[in-house]
């Protein structure tokens, strides 16, 4: 079992839609979960991250976390076409390295 | 702002090959990474460095070496190109090593084929 699962998609919404991005983890000893969008011919930038469980919202993201599911997700509201990118999820280790989840091809069509 | 700059966008090369890939940062960054992505597979990290001369293997480091000679500048190098390593190479910046939320910094990446 990989230690960060995530469904790579493609997602292909309308816009203006509700964007439910999620990844699954395998270790409960977790602490720190992070989302990074990767555009089309670019490395991935930091989009958020959240400490332990509950939400942090960041204008129309919002981030989940739910420890107990083991469970994390990117809720994306009023979805618009510049939104269009791969969303990766991330979890440091307790060695510094940072484990990716496969990454979801999302496309917001006009 | 954070910058970190790869050598090339587009790279061809043929099998047997030796071949560079240059990643430089420009934020004294201690941690520097270099990463490889398929698609379906996601980043797979192939070595990284904590410091100066310091290196350590990350999950897939086979058929590849790297070099920290300057603090700003990590190298990557496929000593014998093989077809397998066609690939998006990113590499990658942090500062404070140890700290657990430490956020990575890409480069715009590297697509390198190998005939």
């Known amino acids: 079992q990989k230690e960060v699962e995530q469904d790579p998609g493609p997602l292909s919404v309308p816009e203006g839609a509700i964007v439910s991005l999620n990844c699954t983890y395998s270790?409960?000893?977790?602490?720190?979960f992070m989302w990074y969008r990767q555009y089309s011919r670019k490395g991935p930038e930091l989009l958020m991250y959240?400490?332990?469980?509950g939400n942090k919202e960041d204008g129309r993201f919002t981030a989940q976390v739910d420890k107990s599911s083991k469970y994390i997700s990117l809720f994306i509201r009023d979805s618009q076409p510049s939104d269009s990118a791969t969303y990766l999820c991330?979890?440091?280790?307790?060695?510094?390295?940072?484990?990716f989840g496969q990454g979801t091809t999302l496309q917001v069509k006009p | 702002d954070v910058k970190v700059t790869q050598s090339s966008r587009y790279l061809v090369k043929r099998t047997g090959e030796k071949v560079f890939l240059e990643c430089v940062q420009d934020?004294?960054?201690?941690?520097m990474f270099w990463y490889r992505q398929d698609p379906g597979l996601g980043l797979r990290l192939i070595y990284f460095?904590?410091?100066?001369?310091?290196?350590e293997k990350g999950d897939i480091p086979e058929g590849y070496s790297v070099s920290r000679e300057k603090k700003e500048r990590f190298s990557l190098i496929l000593e014998s190109a093989s077809t397998n390593q066609t690939s998006m190479y990113l590499c990658?910046?942090?500062?404070?090593?140890?700290?657990?939320?430490?956020?990575?910094?890409f480069g715009p990446g590297t697509r390198l084929l190998v005939l």
């Open positions: 990658a910046s942090s500062p404070l090593a140890g700290v657990k939320m430490e956020t990575q910094y």
């Open positions: 270790n409960s000893a977790f602490q720190y």
């Open positions: 959240t400490y332990s469980s």
């Open positions: 991330a979890i440091p280790s307790n060695t510094g390295k940072l484990i």
């Open positions: 934020m004294d960054h201690e941690n």
């Open positions: 460095s904590y410091d100066v001369k310091m290196k």
